[in-house]
């Protein structure tokens, strides 16, 4: 199987990138913030609890995101392989989808990681905000949170994955199809 974490802050291209990734590749995939974004249009329970912490641009909690990837994982037991998208987040949740993925015999194969400055992820977010509606993008505040938990909770992944040797940056900086060209190259080198 081809397990591929797509990694880097909010902004960092990482939707528009496991677009062109799963056509290529064949690989099913797994938005934490896709599904939670459907679990509040469909009005659930875990949608509206979890919507007040995304409105904010805190993370939700561990045991939540790690339940539904679960159930996406369980639910594609044919997939070649999976990108994950926006997951892991936290230590916590790397670990729990090392541990999923043992007990399926497989593993993450590479973390690919986009990497963009500050400004160049707030002028992207602030004009996907005015496109989706998305009211996390519109804010610049949350926006401001969403980097800060990123750098606090989420960055220090890249020592995790180094020290499997699974973890590439790529400059995530130019056009989609020069970023997606990068892309290719690390996961065929
Ligand atoms: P995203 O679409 O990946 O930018 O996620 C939007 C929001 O959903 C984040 O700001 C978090 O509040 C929440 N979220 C998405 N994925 C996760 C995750 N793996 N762990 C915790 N919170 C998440």
Avoid at 47 to 55: P, Q
Avoid at 81 to 93: K, M, S
Avoid at 118 to 134: H, V
């Amino acid at each position: 199987m081809l397990n591929i974490v797509l990694f880097g802050p909010p902004g960092a291209g990482k939707g528009t990138q496991s677009d062109k990734l799963i056509a290529q590749y064949k690989l099913v995939h797994l938005s934490t913030g896709d599904i939670l974004r459907s679990e509040i249009a469909n009005g659930t329970t875990l949608g509206l609890e979890a919507k007040k912490l995304m409105d904010q641009g805190i993370l939700v909690p561990d045991e939540v995101v790690i339940g539904m990837i679960e159930s996406k994982v369980d639910a594609n037991k044919d997939s070649k392989g999976f990108i994950f998208d926006g997951f892991p987040r936290t230590t916590a949740q790397a670990e729990a989808l090392d541990l999923l993925l043992k007990k399926k015999n497989s593993s993450i194969s590479m973390m690919l990681s986009l990497e963009v400055p500050k400004d160049e992820l707030i002028k992207r977010l602030l004009n996907r905000g005015k496109d989706s509606g998305r009211a996390d993008d519109q804010n610049e505040s949350v926006i401001e949170k969403r980097i800060n938990e990123y750098n606090s909770k989420t960055a220090p992944l890249k020592t995790y994955y180094t020290s499997q040797d699974k973890f590439f940056g790529v400059n995530g900086v130019g056009s989609v199809d020069e970023i997606f060209d990068s892309l290719c190259k690390v996961i065929e080198q």
